[in-house]
C-alpha cells in the first residue's frame, strides 16, 4: 500500500501563486513518475504536468510557463509551483504516482485525495 498526503491548496487572486505539495510513502520499491491533474466543476480530468525519475517533465499547453513540476526523490515528494494563476486554474488538483512495489514489484499507480485551488478576486 502506498498512501499519498497533498498539501498546499486554498484561495489566491488572479496573478498569485501557489506551491502544492504531494509526498508518498509506503511499500515503494522505486518511483517512475510523478504527476499533477485537474479536474474543474463540470469538467474530466486533466493532465496538469508530470516529472519522471530522469526528470524530464511534460506540461500542459495551458500551464506552460506558469507552472513548474518538481520532485525530491529523497523523501517521495512531487511539488508544483503555480504562478501567475488565473480564475481558469480554479479546480481540485490531484496527486498521481506511478511507482513499483517493494513486495510485488508489480507498477501500480496511486492518487492522491485531491486539493482545491481557487483562483478569485
Known amino acids: 500500500q502506498v498512501q499519498l498526503v497533498e498539501s498546499g491548496g486554498g484561495l489566491v487572486q488572479p496573478g498569485g501563486s501557489l506551491r502544492l505539495s504531494c509526498a508518498a510513502s509506503?511499500?515503494?520499491?522505486?518511483?517512475?513518475?510523478m504527476g499533477w491533474y485537474r479536474q474543474a466543476p463540470g469538467k474530466q480530468r486533466e493532465l496538469v504536468a508530470t516529472?519522471?525519475?530522469?526528470?524530464?517533465?511534460n506540461y500542459a499547453d495551458s500551464v506552460k510557463g506558469r507552472f513548474t513540476i518538481s520532485r525530491d526523490n529523497a523523501k517521495n515528494t512531487v511539488y508544483l509551483q503555480m504562478n501567475s494563476l488565473k480564475p481558469e486554474d480554479t479546480a481540485v488538483y490531484y496527486c498521481?504516482?506511478?511507482?513499483?512495489?517493494?513486495?510485488?514489484?508489480?507498477?501500480?499507480?496511486?492518487w492522491g485525495q485531491g486539493t482545491l485551488v481557487t483562483v478569485s478576486s
Open positions: 498521481n504516482v506511478r511507482y513499483t512495489d517493494t513486495a510485488s514489484r508489480r507498477y501500480l499507480e496511486v
Open positions: 509506503g511499500s515503494i520499491f522505486w518511483i517512475n513518475v
Open positions: 516529472v519522471t525519475s530522469g526528470d524530464n517533465t
